[in-house]
């Protein structure tokens, strides 16, 4: 039974790594490709609070959403491999 709680504690602290490591890059290429859109339209006004604005939609979007898929798709995978193995 310790075994199964280390494993799970683990694999926790991993995917969290996992997820915030793909967020941070997915907000760091949104940011970069507002910038390059930004400098590519020639627009007036203020720069950081437009890009800011385009952030805070990006926030809750669908692709922020799905780097969610760090948790589901692991263990949806060893959930398979459990009842495979054992009932099959």
């Known amino acids: 039974m310790g075994g199964l709680v280390r494993l799970i504690l683990g694999g926790f ?44 939609a990006y926030d809750h979007s669908l692709r922020r959403k799905l780097i969610l898929g760090v948790y589901v798709v692991p263990l949806a995978v060893i959930g398979t491999i459990i009842y495979v193995v054992n009932y099959s």
Do not use: P
């Open 13 to 56: 602290v991993v995917l969290t790594a996992i997820y915030v490591i793909l967020s941070i890059m997915s907000r760091r290429a949104r940011r970069r490709e507002l910038i390059l859109e930004w400098d590519a339209g020639a627009m007036e006004g203020d720069k950081e609070a437009w890009i800011s604005a385009n952030l805070q």
